[in-house]
Structure formats: C-alpha cells, structure tokens
C-alpha cells in the first residue's frame, strides 16, 4: 500500500475506538476507564509518556520521607457550572477509600490513614506509613474526583453528548481566564469522538479511514492486526510494565508441591514462546523486573542457567515419577490470540507429559492466565498480584512489608518475599503485558509507555 492511500483526513474530531463495552456507568473496561480520567481527573493524571502531570491539584510536595502528600487544588468547576471546594475533594477521596470492595487498588492504599482539609485551597493526605510512590495510584481513573450524583467531574474534557453511545468530548474552558472571550472556543480537531466496541470491529473501521486511534488492545486479539492488513507504521506496541504468566490457583495433586511447581515453569521457552505470537513481545523469566522498591536485586529461579534441554528433562523426571497421569486446567479468555497462547502452553506441557483443557476464566481452573499493567512502580504490587495464592511465608513477608514503619524496613520485607515467591513457585511469570495500539499519523502527540496509557486530551493538540 502507498503511503498516498495512507493518507487520512486531519481535520474534525479525533475519533477513538476503544477495545470494550460502550462507556457506560457501571462498567470499569477500557473505554470507561478513558472517559472517566477524561472527565473527571483526579488530584494528578498522567500525561502522554505515562509521566505525572498536575490534576485537579495544580502542585503538591511529599514530607516526611514520604509520609505526607499536601495538594493545592486549582480553580476549577463542576459539569454544573459549581465551583469545587476542598471539603467536596476530601469527602469524595474519603468515600473512596472506605469503599471495600469498589476497585483493585484499594489494597495498595491501606496506607493512607486520613485526608484532611488544610485551608479552602489546600488538602493534606497523611498516612500512617511511609509510601513515596503513590503518585501513580492518585492518577489512575479509580481515584478520579467525581461527584456520583451531580456535577460530575473536572475535566479536562466534558461529554457534549451525555445519552450518546459514542459520546463526543470538548476541552472545558480554563476557569483561570478572567473573562469568557479570553477561553476560546474549542476547534473540531480539539474534540475526541469515543467508541467501545470489539476488536474486529475497531480494525475495520480503523481499516476504512472512519477512526483514528484503535486503543486498549491487548494479547486476546493480537493476531487480527494482521488480518486487518494495517499499515505496520501505524502499528504501535507499548513497552508495558506488568505480568503476564499463569497463577497456580488450585495446590493440589502434583501442584501441591513446589518443586513440580517449578518443573513447570521451568519447561517453557519463553522466547520461543513469544516470538511466535508478536514480533518486539519481551519475554520474563522473573516475577520483578528490577529491584524497584525492594532491598535486593529481583530473585532469578534457580533453573536459569541450564539449557533448555537440561530443564525439560529434569521436569519430564519429575512429571514421570508422580506415578499416575497428570492433566491441568488452564483458565484463558476465548479469543483468537489467548486460542495460539494455550497452543504454545500446551505444547510445553504436553513435552513434559502433562495433558491440559483449556477452561473459561469463570470455571474451576489449576492455572489461570494473569495479564495486568502494573498501576505503580512497587515490588509489593507485583509480588501481591502473583500470590494468588502463595506459600505462608511469602504471604506473612508481604504483610510486612505492607505494615513496614520505615522504607527500610519495607525494602528488606519486600526482598525477603521476593526470596518466599521464587521458592515457592506461586507464579510462572512468561513475559511483559503486550499492549497495542493502531494510531494514525496525526495523532502526534501518541507515546509508547511503561503504564500504556493514552489521556484522551494528549493525543493531537494539548487541552488545557
């Protein structure tokens, strides 16, 4: 294909399909996610490289080593025209916090013992343990301030449309500007178009020029990239920080033993394994990807340093010597790319002498496929994320670290569960998360980052 039929309009409104459900209340896939933190910002956001950029708080500072996150909020206004008040910030982060089972990351922010009101522009979030890496967890849309029943939210953006189902969202004016004519009028080209829908359905209408972002693609619909016949240029992967590996769910039978635990994980060639699905995939052998915010380098297994030979043959012993036939259920979405991954995964378990069933993510399972982007950069999400379950003294280590007084204290912790993990085998870690975008040239402002993740308002031209 020439680069002229590559060619797509660059004017009117960016038009985005996101890989989910129509955005909706209720809903917490994709497409929501990118409404909510387009709407309704929280303290801070992340900007287009996955970097912190002022929020709702337009600064802040961290004290005592961490202890202390003190925000000054800006000027701004609720969708109903209000202004937004410190006490109305405070209460909807409290309400958040007590909300036990309302999202994932609450248990990574049992830290935070009050949100206080300091003065009518300024709140202080003190916690009771140190954590100078929260940043990230106050920019993730779960904690975005939103008024559940009226007013919504901040911005950047605002629903122009509020019943549509591909609803169409314009900056807000800058309430800073003293005077209405000194905020412009939002162009076209400034306004975003957002569309859930399938995959298949995102790669045709990206196909046919009628969008120009394909956001939140993930391993399940990889291969249909190259049935889509999109150019490769468009075609862009994130360098996503996460896990990507089969949890031992159910400890029993030759799963209850963690070194046939470990004769698994150490069968599968992972490079292998992911170049035959995408080209650029990074395959991991390890639960950490670096020390991060533990006292140690991450634990590499034990196995690392034989060939692949060496490994198999030492499971098949093993797989042998169970006396009596072994077969896994493997719990994986149905989908054209998670149907090849349990290809290669069976594959390997059936060079071992194990026989597998592909099951849904809902049933009963011996092996379930993780696939998450880490939130933040703290060894305690990885490791707390791979025990699902994992042994007593990786579960006891992580509750240390979780009460730790002091980030030293917290560093030794995380390490000493690392070591409880890497023994125990909870885990078989296979690569970093893949994430996929298809992204048309006029989006340049279009980043390739850690958090794979794309604001709405950073796409083409800055909002305010």
């Known amino acids: 294909m020439s680069s002229g039929c590559e060619r797509r309009r660059d004017s009117g409104p960016v038009i985005v399909s996101a890989i989910g459900q129509p955005p909706a209340a209720g809903h917490r896939d994709w497409p929501q996610r990118l409404l909510v933190d387009a709407t309704a910002q929280g303290l801070v956001r992340f900007d287009a490289a996955g970097q912190i950029e002022p929020g709702l708080a337009e600064r802040w500072i961290v004290t005592d080593n961490g202890g202390s996150y003190i925000f000054r909020l800006r000027e701004a206004n609720w969708a109903d025209g209000r202004p937004v008040t410190a006490e109305q910030v405070v209460d909807i982060l ?16 049992t830290a935070i013992d009050e949100v206080v009101v300091m003065t009518p522009q300024v709140i202080e979030v003190r916690l009771a343990r140190p954590r100078p890496d929260l940043l990230k967890l106050f920019a993730q849309p779960e904690l975005a301030i939103i008024r559940s029943r009226a007013g919504g939210g901040t911005g950047p953006m605002r629903v122009s449309a509020l019943r549509s189902a591909a609803p169409l969202l314009r900056p807000i004016p800058d309430p800073t ?42 391993i399940a619909d990889w291969p249909l990239v190259a049935l889509s016949g999109a150019p490769p240029a468009t075609v862009r992967l994130d360098p996503a920080a996460g896990l990507f590996g089969l949890a031992v769910v159910r400890r029993e039978g030759f799963l209850a033993d963690a070194a046939n635990r470990q004769a698994l994980s150490q069968a599968f060639d992972r490079a292998t394994l992911v170049a035959s699905l995408a080209r650029g995939w990074e395959p991991m052998d390890r639960l950490l990807p670096e020390a991060l915010d533990s006292g140690a380098p991450p634990q590499v297994p034990g196995w690392s340093l034989q060939t692949l030979d060496q490994r198999r043959a030492d499971a098949r012993t093993r797989v042998a010597g169970w006396g009596s036939p072994v077969r896994l259920a493997i719990a994986l979405p149905d989908a054209p790319g998670t149907r090849l991954l349990y290809a290669q995964i069976a594959a390997t378990l059936q060079a ?19 696939d998450a982007v880490a939130p933040y950069d703290s060894a305690r999400w990885y490791l707390a994320t791979a025990c699902r379950p994992c042994s007593e003294a990786a579960q006891a280590a992580l509750e240390q670290a979780r009460l730790a007084p002091t980030l030293g204290d917290r560093a030794q912790a995380l390490a000493a569960a690392d070591i409880a993990m890497n023994q125990d085998t909870a885990f078989i870690p296979l690569a970093r998360p893949l994430r996929w975008s298809l992204v048309a040239s006029r989006l340049r402002q279009w980043q390739p980052n850690a958090r794979a993740w794309h604001p709405l308002n950073r796409l083409r031209a800055d909002t305010n």
């Open 352 to 370: 071992i002498g194990i026989g597998s069933v592909r099951v849904k993510p809902t049933e009963p399972a011996d092996l379930r496929l993780v």
């Open 94 to 109: 409290q309400g958040r916090l007590r909300a036990a089972a309302d999202h994932a990351l609450l248990p990574f922010l």
């Open 177 to 218: 500007r003293a005077e209405p004519e000194d905020s412009p009028t939002p162009t076209p080209e400034e306004e975003v178009r957002l569309i859930g829908e399938r995959a298949s359905l995102a790669l045709v209408r990206f196909g046919r020029r009628e969008s120009d972002l394909v956001s939140g693609g993930t």
